[in-house]
């Protein structure tokens, strides 16, 4: 299995820009996960989908921030209009039944705006 | 809210010795906890976890220590070995909604050759 595949890997932007962030998770897997990891907080979950659907999307930030799963293989966190405060990498996540305390992470995706 | 702190940001051992990791917590209803092992450039990969019914899990030269009435776990790797240079992440989660897991900060394990 080839993991869970995040794209792009970095992304530079400019303040004000949409941003969309992309994740396909491992097959099978049915729950997914979307991190931000910045220095100072370490790893903060921003929202998280059971089948597809979201539970909970009380860490995402603010109004900017949204996500989406149309299926189980894909999923977007979608930052509009970006700040350079959103400036962080990005981790999506994957496990294997709802209520796994185990998560596979992809490589993840540097966003710098400026 | 930090629920999850690990309070050095990094750590200098040479190979050979014992690096010690160490987390604290302040939610009681945490009662999973694990630790997961980032390499620059990849995603965090799980390394080693324990119940908290439980004290002490080992898995070869890694070994996890809970003191629940602390709120404190810590991570022992014993020997230390260079491939072990990462940043370590210690995640909680409680039992209702283990699907929410905290994770610190993380700590940047230097071992030295």
């Known amino acids: 299995d080839a993991g869970v595949i995040q794209s792009p890997r970095h992304e530079v932007t400019e303040m004000g820009q949409e941003v969309t962030l992309r994740c396909k998770p491992i097959s099978g897997h049915n729950s997914l996960f979307w991190y931000r990891q910045t220095m100072m907080r370490g790893l903060e979950l921003l929202i998280y989908?059971?089948?597809?659907?979201?539970?909970?999307d009380s860490g995402m930030p603010e109004d900017r921030f949204s996500a989406k799963m149309p299926n189980a293989s894909f999923s977007t966190l979608k930052i509009q209009p970006s700040e350079p405060r959103d400036s962080a990498v990005y981790f999506c996540?994957?496990?294997?039944?709802?209520?796994?305390?185990?998560?596979?992470f992809g490589p993840g995706t540097r966003l710098t705006v400026t | 809210d930090q629920q999850v702190k690990q309070n050095s940001p990094s750590l200098s051992v040479q190979e050979g010795r014992i690096s010690i990791l160490n987390c604290d917590y302040t939610n009681s209803m945490f009662d999973y906890f694990l630790w997961y092992k980032k390499y620059p450039a990849e995603g965090p990969t799980f390394l080693i976890s324990i119940s908290s019914i439980k004290d002490k899990n080992e898995d070869g030269r890694f070994t996890v220590f809970l003191n629940k009435s602390a709120k404190h776990l810590s991570l022992h790797i014993v020997p230390s070995q260079p491939g072990d240079s990462a940043v370590y992440f210690c995640a909680a989660s409680a039992f209702n909604n283990n699907n929410d897991m905290r994770f610190g900060a993380g700590t940047r394990l230097t071992v030295k050759p």
């Open positions: 996540a994957s496990s294997a039944k709802q209520n796994s305390y185990e998560q596979y």
């Open positions: 989908f059971n089948n597809n659907v979201p539970i909970d």
